[in-house]
Structure formats: C-alpha cells, structure tokens
C-alpha cells in the first residue's frame, strides 16, 4: 500500500492514500481512522459546491463529463446553473486561503522530491471479499436509485411497452446514463420491469383517452340533439359525420353505445322534469281546492269545472289556462282523500263523544234511580206509570233521552229487580235465623 504526502502546508490532518486495487481512501493522522469519502477540508470549491447539490460527475466511455441529478433523475452535458453559482460563492474564500497559506520563499529541492510516505492502515470495509469491481456504480448512488435512473432513461426515450430489448437498447445506447447499471443482466431486469410498469400506464392512458372522448361525444349530442329532435343512431352520425369529435371517435360500437346510452339518459331527464312539472301543478291546484269551501266531500268530479268557474282566482290567473288535465284530476282526486280522511276522523271522533255524553248521561240517571229508591219511591209494587211523573221534570232523565244504549224505562226496572233482589237476600236471612 503507498501513501501520497500531505500537502505542503502541512495544516490538514487528513492525508490521502491508495489501497493496492489503486482505490483512494483518507487517513487522518490524529484519530487513525481512515474513510473512503474526501473529507470536507480537502475538497476543492467545485466539490464543495457539488456537495451541496443533489447534482453528480461521471465520465462517459469515451472520456467525455456528464453530470446526473440524483433527485429528479436529469442527466445533462452541461454544468448545471447551479454548480456554476456554488463554485463562484466558493472560490473567493479559498482563493484567500491559499494565498494565506503559500510560502513566500521557494521550496527545497527536497520538497521537489516526496519522500516515501509510511505506510498507512487500510480503510474498513463492510463487505471484505467483495472486489471494486463489484461495487455499486456510481458509488455514490444505491442500487434502486440506479435502476430507477436506468428506467427514467427509457421513459425519456419513449420506450413502449410492445418494444424489445434490442430496440429499446438501440433507443438508449448512446446516451451516458446507459452504462449505469454494470451489467447487461441488470439492464434487461431493469427493463422488464419497465415495460410492466408501462403495459399498465398505456392501459390507464387508452382508458383515460377513451372517456375523455366519451366525454367530447356526449357535449357535442347535448348540444345538437333535444328530447323532440332524436334520430336513430345511424342518421344521427350521418348527420354529424363532419364533426372532428365523431370522425376520430374510435370504436364504431362503443360509439353507438354511448350515443343509445345519452337517449337514455336524455328521455330519462325528460320524463323526470315532466313528473317534477306535473307535481308542482297538482300542488298549487290543492292548495286552490283548499281555499273553495264550495268543494265539499260530495263533490263529484264532472262538478269540478262548475265549481272553479265561480272562483276569481281560477279566472283571472294565466296560468291556470294552460293547466294538464291530468294534473287536474289527479290533484282533485288527492283533494278528496283529503276531505274523506278529514270527514271520517270527525265522524269517528264524533261518535266517541255521543258514547262519553250517553255513558255520562246514563250513571246520571242511576244516581236519580238510587236516590228515588232510598225514599221509597221505588218498591217492589212501583210500576213505571206510577214512576215517571216523579222524575219527569228531573234534568237527568232529559239528558238521557236521544243517546243510544239503555233508555230511562230500562234502567227503572233494572233497578226494580235489584231492589227485589235485596229485599228477597233480606227475607231469606230473617227465615234463616228464625229455624
């Protein structure tokens, strides 16, 4: 192993050496570890500027620099703008440095001649049976970052995914950044996984191209076509054959499918404002029947004109005149269930209250009955002719007549036959006790 000398000013504690494959490595003096990576007080201005860009060097085949950006995968002939601009802000400090740095006085004959530098350990080595030859290239850029590059390469060179090998290694040979991967193995690898990742993107763009054709067609029968003017498919196209949109249209059947599917969709609109339209008008024409009291729940319907004629409103207002039928039936139709969902709660909820009044009306005249009895008014020998004048004026037995149920008459003798119910549990206990 030999070992290059410091540099003349003898300031920096790093020295640079080379292993025995010639690779170059750095030891530094005071900590004894060596690196493969040129530390940052022996770089020069144009490295430093590199190190603070994702921009790197290589050197083609034929001798020839190029420059490769590790982010956005750009390789380029030409310097980067901004390498240029890091260099010029670099150099004036170490112009400054070296000027600082230099003796004034001119060297020794023995500076001319280096003498043999000691030998130097060599540097780590993560990987110790594997040659130079089998490090990554370039070594500063991983292996994915590599192949990523390589296949960057194919895409700006419009490789497709039907091409072959030979053709696409036709397209790229030329250009620095094919030798980027090592070995022709991994190019080939590197392609094939491009052209699977292609096969899918052409797929997505034939989709996209497809809809957005779909797209234009269904614009353009928007615009020329309405519910009343419709064609069958065939004179629809002779009639727009001019048309750019239906002249690049590929597929002749997907073209009609999307030209019965806009009918469709066109009728189905149609038929939705209509039922929208019609509902509206059955609407306001309930909100009418409301105001009239002279619709009534036994309105018949050949009636209904009759009835609306003598309604100011239905007269003076428009757009009444250009009413449909059909909306007129309907609404009066929908106005009727109305009035009979109305009727029938008020007669059911009318009922309810005659059985509440009569019921009331009933133990109002149980209570005259047991109050009669309790003044021997009522006896086993009472008759209701012999009753009646008692109570006749009693507010109770009015409020009884004329509601369903029992009548006055009846509840007289059913309170009779309690009362010989009684006196005869009486008789039997007074005959008990006496055996």
């Known amino acids: ?41 022996l770089k020069t201005p144009e490295e430093r500027a590199f190190a603070q860009t994702a921009w790197k060097e290589y050197v083609a085949d034929g001798g020839r620099t190029y420059y490769y950006n590790t982010v956005t995968k750009v390789t380029t002939w030409e310097k980067p703008k901004e390498l240029v601009k890091g260099m010029s802000a670099q150099l004036p400090s170490a112009g400054l440095e070296s000027s600082a740095t230099t003796p004034t006085s001119k060297p020794t004959q023995a500076a001319d001649q280096p003498a043999k ?8 080595s993560t990987t110790p049976q594997r040659s130079e030859t089998t490090l990554p290239l370039p070594p500063t850029l991983a292996s994915t970052d590599r192949e990523a590059a390589f296949q960057a390469l194919l895409r700006e060179a419009q490789v497709q995914s039907d091409w072959t090998w030979e053709q696409a290694m036709r397209a790229i040979i030329s250009h620095p950044r094919y030798r980027i991967l090592p070995s022709v193995t991994e190019r080939k690898e590197a392609f094939r996984k491009f052209q699977l990742q292609r096969a899918e993107e052409e797929k997505a763009e034939m989709r996209s191209a497809a809809q957005e054709q779909e797209k234009q067609l269904l614009e353009l029968l928007g615009q020329k076509f309405t519910v009343n003017t419709l064609l069958p498919y065939r004179d629809a196209m002779e009639q727009m054959a001019d048309e750019p949109v ?87 139709e929908q106005h009727m269930e109305k009035l009979k969902a109305e009727f029938l709660d008020w007669k059911h909820k009318q009922v309810q209250a005659d059985q509440r009044a009569a019921r009331k009306a009933r133990d109002a005249f149980r209570q005259l009955l047991q109050e009669q009895r309790q003044i021997y008014a009522i006896t086993l020998e009472s008759t209701w002719t012999n009753f009646y004048p008692g109570i006749a004026s009693d507010p109770r037995y009015d409020q009884l007549l004329g ?26 206990r007074i005959e008990d006790s006496f055996e």
Not at 322 to 327: E, K, N, T
Not at 403 to 428: A, C, K, M, N
């Open 403 to 428: 509601h369903p149920g029992s009548t006055p008459l009846e509840l007289f003798w059913d309170e009779v036959e309690v009362h010989h119910d009684q006196i005869s549990r009486y008789r039997r």
């Open 1 to 41: 192993m030999t070992a290059i000398p410091p540099a003349p000013n003898g300031t920096s504690v790093w020295q640079e050496a080379r292993t025995p494959e010639g690779k170059v490595y750095f030891y530094n003096r005071l900590t004894k570890k060596t690196m493969w990576e040129k530390p940052d007080e």
């Open 246 to 332: 239906v002249a690049n249209f590929k597929g002749t059947r997907r073209r009609e499918t999307v030209y019965n599917e806009f009918v469709h969709k066109l009728r189905q609109q149609y038929k939705a404002s209509v039922q929208t339209k019609r509902k509206e008008q059955v609407g306001q024409l309930c909100r009418l029947f409301q105001t009239c009291p002279d619709i009534t729940v036994s309105t018949r319907w050949k009636d209904l004109t009759q009835v609306l004629e003598r309604l100011p409103e239905w007269t003076t207002d428009t757009r009444w005149r250009s009413i449909d039928q059909g909306a007129l039936l309907d609404a009066f």
């Open 117 to 124: 530098a000691p030998e130097l350990p060599r540097p780590p």
